[in-house]
């Protein structure tokens, strides 16, 4: 019976969990499939879709955001459905899913921060940099997170991407956030910000840095921001020398950038220094438990394995006065009930894309995964392209070999009415494009690209306005 899967009479049923661009890969592959038929329905917790482009790149990268056409053509299809505002382990369970598709992929991504064990870590004022970026970008989540922006000095651990995009952040203008779809209670707060210097802190050296050059030269053009290094910190050791050598054009780009700001003579409002080989030990505050300090050592390079050098600390130690930290040193997946969970990874146990139980390595029978929970939280937008596609083709391999489930009520109708039935309130994608079109009129009135809802209830209450101004629309 399975052979028939895949056909207009019975297509192949797939819920992807997930609407990131790695769910919208994986949608986009399986629906350009000329010669099996299927159909997606998409979940995700949210009635907003897109996951990090809407809620993890950066608010003035709206280049960067603009991979959302590609993923609004995706929806566009008549294969495709969105079902936002479910929560699939909390108002649907796995199991229960199971009843209604051949096929279900998690792209659920990194929800929460890689963990930094050190004493002084959770005292007040320290924070995972991920809470911050959520916050700035409007998710309903972390909208009520507060940060004391009325500190002179902020420190932000971890010298990747994400750690570049804080320290942008802190240092923008008022003016340069304010043409940014920066969440507006976020772009109020920094207005007021007192931050005058940041300071962000590599465990280990210039080559080793995990921000990449266009990000670090970007740094280099803020307004009234002036980058600094130490020139003894960026200048290379034999070891990263070597390395280097043998290392691709934008790392020595990125290399060559960074090693430019250690002549700056630019004398700027805001001050923006970047240090390397330190490790932050422990964090100490005053007696109300609010982040005072930090103690650091100083790190030196040895070989590591696979080629990769490693920070061995040194007996030197030094120290920073800062009320404000952010740690941002990587994403970490968070498991989904019923799914096998890989804890030292942070990602669902699998193959190549095929979920395998965690005992015995045995592919579960139609599920699958794809994106940073599937590989862990590494490379760009891009990067989950081929990464669906790997998956994708698994599970077309899997329903060739009728190695799917055999869902008990596999009609679309059904499953809308299960769903409907646990969140009466789910957003269609058609709920999306109003909420969409509407932040849109906001945001261009006043020369923003968009003004963000960051509440459910605003959301549901959007939905209901515009539906009582046109009828003629389905709620
Ligand atoms: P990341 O690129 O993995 O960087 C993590 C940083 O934290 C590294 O500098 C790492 O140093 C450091 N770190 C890890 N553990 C540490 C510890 N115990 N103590 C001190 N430092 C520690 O992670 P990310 O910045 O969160 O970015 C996630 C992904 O999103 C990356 O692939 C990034 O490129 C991407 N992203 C891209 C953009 C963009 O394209 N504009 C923007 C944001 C994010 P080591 O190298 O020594 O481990």
Same mark, same amino acid.
């Not at 800062?322 to 146990?349: A, C, H, K, N, Q």
């Given at each position: 019976?399975?052979?028939?899967?895949?056909?207009?009479?019975?297509?192949?049923?797939?819920?992807?969990?997930?609407?990131?661009?790695?769910?919208?890969?994986?949608?986009?592959?399986?629906?350009?499939?000329?010669?099996?038929?299927?159909?997606?329905?998409?979940?995700?917790?949210?009635?907003?879709?897109?996951?990090?482009?809407?809620?993890?790149?950066?608010?003035?990268?709206?280049?960067i955001?603009?991979?959302?056409?590609?993923?609004?053509?995706?929806?566009?299809?008549p294969?495709?459905?969105?079902?936002?505002?479910?929560?699939?382990?909390?108002?649907?369970?796995?199991?229960?899913?199971?009843?209604?598709?051949?096929?279900?992929?998690?792209?659920?991504?990194?929800?929460?921060?890689?963990?930094?064990?050190?004493?002084?870590?959770?005292?007040?004022?320290?924070?995972?940099?991920?809470?911050?970026?959520?916050?700035?970008?409007?998710?309903?989540?972390y909208?009520?997170? #507060?940060? $004391?922006? %009325?500190?002179? /000095?902020? @420190?932000? !651990?971890?010298? *990747?991407?994400?750690a570049?995009?804080?320290?942008?952040?802190?240092?923008?203008?008022?003016?340069?956030?304010?043409?940014?779809?920066?969440?507006?209670?976020?772009?109020?707060?920094?207005?007021?910000?007192?931050?005058?210097?940041?300071?962000?802190?590599?465990?280990?050296?210039?080559?080793?840095?995990?921000?990449?050059?266009?990000?670090?030269?970007?740094?280099?053009?803020?307004?009234?921001?002036?980058?600094?290094?130490?020139?003894?910190?960026?200048?290379?050791?034999?070891?990263?020398?070597?390395?280097?050598? #043998?290392? $691709?054009? %934008?790392?020595? /780009?990125? @290399?060559? !950038?960074?090693? *430019?700001?250690?002549?700056?003579?630019?004398?700027k409002?805001?001050?923006?220094?970047?240090?390397?080989?330190?490790?932050?030990?422990?964090?100490?505050?005053?007696?109300?438990?609010?982040?005072?300090?930090?103690?650091?050592?100083?790190?030196?390079l040895?070989?590591?394995?696979?080629?990769?050098?490693?920070?061995?600390?040194?007996?030197?130690?030094?120290?920073?006065e800062?009320?404000?930290?952010?740690?941002?040193?990587?994403?970490?997946?968070?498991?989904?009930?019923?799914?096998?969970?890989?804890?030292?990874?942070?990602?669902?146990?699998n193959?190549?894309?095929? @979920?395998?139980?965690?005992?015995?390595?045995?592919?579960?029978?139609?599920?699958?995964?794809?994106?940073?929970?599937?590989?862990?939280?590494?490379?760009?937008?891009?990067?989950?392209?081929?990464?669906?596609?790997?998956?994708?083709?698994?599970?077309?391999?899997?329903?060739?070999?009728?190695?799917?489930?055999?869902?008990?009520?596999?009609?679309?109708?059904?499953?809308?009415?299960f769903?409907?039935?646990?969140?009466?309130?789910?957003?269609?994608?058609?709920?999306?494009?109003?909420?969409?079109?509407?932040?849109?009129?906001?945001g261009?009135?006043?020369?923003?690209?968009?003004?963000?809802?960051?509440?459910?209830?605003?959301?549901?209450?959007?939905?209901?306005?515009?539906?009582?101004?046109?009828?003629?629309?389905?709620?």
């Open positions: 019976m399975s052979s028939q899967i895949g056909t207009v009479a019975q297509p192949l049923r797939v819920a992807i969990i997930g609407s990131g661009p790695a769910g919208f890969y994986a949608a986009e592959h399986l629906l350009k499939q000329h010669d099996v038929v299927v159909q997606v329905d998409m979940f995700d917790r949210l009635p907003t879709p897109f996951g990090l482009v809407r809620a993890g790149v950066a608010p003035d990268h709206q280049k955001k603009s991979v959302t056409r590609a993923f609004e053509r995706v929806a566009e299809q294969g495709f459905r969105f079902f936002g505002y479910v929560e699939i382990g909390k108002d649907i369970s796995v199991a229960e899913l199971r009843q209604f598709y051949h096929q279900i992929v998690y792209a659920t991504g990194a929800q929460t921060d890689r963990a930094l064990d050190i004493p002084g870590i959770d005292l007040a004022g320290s924070h995972a940099a991920t809470e911050f970026v959520a916050w700035y970008n409007g998710h309903p989540d909208r009520d997170c #507060e940060f $004391d922006l %009325s500190q002179e /000095r902020a @420190v932000v !651990i971890g010298i *990747g991407n994400v570049v995009d804080v320290a942008r952040i802190l240092c923008s203008t008022p003016e340069e956030l304010a043409k940014t779809d920066i969440a507006t209670y976020a772009l109020e707060a920094l207005q007021q910000s007192k931050v005058r210097e940041v300071v962000m802190v590599g465990r280990r050296g210039v080559a080793q840095a995990a921000y990449s050059a266009p990000e670090i030269k970007e740094l280099g053009e803020l307004a009234e921001t002036a980058v600094y290094v130490h020139p003894d910190e960026v200048t290379l050791d034999p070891l990263s020398a070597a390395a280097l050598e #043998e290392a $691709d054009r %934008s790392t020595k /780009r990125m @290399v060559e !950038i960074t090693q *430019g700001y250690a002549g700056n003579t630019t004398d409002p805001r001050k923006l220094t970047i240090r390397f080989l330190l490790s932050p030990t422990e964090l100490w505050g005053d007696e109300s438990g609010q982040v005072t300090g930090m103690r650091l050592v100083r790190n030196e040895v070989a590591g394995r696979n080629g990769r050098l490693g920070a061995n600390p040194t007996d030197q130690f030094e120290e920073i800062t009320g404000l930290v952010f740690r941002s040193i990587g994403y970490r997946g968070v498991p989904m009930p019923g799914v096998p969970f890989r804890e030292d990874w942070g990602v669902i146990w193959e190549h894309g095929r @979920v395998v139980d965690a005992e015995t390595h045995q592919p579960v029978i139609g599920e699958y995964t794809t994106g940073w929970i599937k590989r862990g939280p590494s490379g760009i937008i891009g990067t989950n392209k081929p990464d669906a596609v790997e998956t994708v083709s698994l599970m077309l391999e899997d329903m060739q070999a009728g190695q799917i489930q055999q869902p008990d009520c596999p009609e679309p109708a059904d499953a809308e009415a769903i409907r039935q646990r969140q009466p309130n789910y957003f269609s994608y058609q709920d999306w494009q109003t909420l969409d079109r509407l932040e849109q009129e906001a261009a009135a006043l020369g923003r690209p968009r003004v963000k809802f960051t509440t459910i209830e605003e959301m549901l209450a959007a939905r209901e306005e515009a539906a009582a101004q046109s009828p003629l629309t389905p709620a």
